[in-house]
């Protein structure tokens, strides 16, 4: 079954204490995103990656970091959390080249609460 | 700056009656356009698209969009609602200008009433 995986599915953890999401797609997918979802604000992109080794910032990157070693795998890592990310967050992925318009398949998220 | 926005935080209709969802973009170029639903607990499912071509497009589960370009709009319609199609709807944009930039509208609450 085609899917994008992320985990955890639900963490709670403290001020400063890093973490990292994983998500990984089985699509092969060369374009991957990460996006926060906030009431009254929608989905916002944090990064996204076109491919392998490469990543760019979306709309709301500070206080995150991604990497894209493995094209199935893009983790995102909060280095020093702080409340104001407190969140939900999807994963997503999508085919490009060829199939450029087709649309983005999306985990089932990921709700942070940071204390 | 490049928007989407959905009017609307909420929209109600009776079972059986129609419903619209409304979107407007202001984006350059010739953007794709897209929406997807949001039920409790799960991420975004995608219902339909406009590339190119006739500007009503049809999806999953009985929903249409209508495209207008002269007035940016891309509304989500059924002609018949159900208590199942509530949930969160969203409208996306992906930018063609050379990037894969996606921007989405803030979302609207649909809600069915029996």
């Known amino acids: 079954e085609a899917q994008v995986t992320q985990n955890p599915r639900y963490l709670i953890t403290v001020t400063g204490k890093k973490l990292t999401v994983t998500c990984s797609q089985n699509m092969n997918h060369e374009y991957m995103s990460w996006y926060r979802q906030d009431p009254g604000l929608g989905l916002r992109q944090i990064y996204y990656s076109m491919n392998v080794e490469v990543t760019d910032k979306g709309d709301v990157p500070e206080g995150y970091k991604v990497s894209r070693k493995e094209k199935r795998n893009f983790p995102l890592i909060l280095e020093s959390p702080s409340p104001n990310q407190t969140s939900l967050y999807f994963c997503?992925?999508?085919?490009?080249?060829?199939?450029?318009?087709?649309?983005?398949?999306f985990g089932d998220g990921t709700r942070l609460s940071i204390l | 700056a490049q928007s989407v926005a959905q009017p609307e935080d909420q929209v109600n209709v009776a079972e059986g009656n129609p419903l619209t969802v409304k979107c407007t973009y202001s984006?350059?170029?010739?953007?794709?356009l897209f929406w997807y639903v949001q039920y409790p607990n799960r991420g975004l499912q995608f219902l339909l698209k406009y590339i190119t071509g006739d500007n009503l497009v049809k999806g999953s589960y009985g929903f249409e969009a209508e495209f207008n370009k002269s007035q940016t709009s891309f509304h989500l319609k059924k002609p018949s609602a159900l208590v199942s199609d509530s949930a969160l709807y969203f409208c996306?944009?992906?930018?063609?200008?050379?990037?894969?930039?996606?921007?989405f509208g803030t979302g609207t609450r649909l809600k069915v009433l029996a």
């Open positions: 997503a992925s999508m085919a490009t080249g060829a199939y450029s318009n087709q649309p983005q398949h």
């Open positions: 984006v350059s170029g010739n953007p794709y």
């Open positions: 996306a944009v992906r930018c063609t200008s050379g990037t894969y930039k996606y921007i």
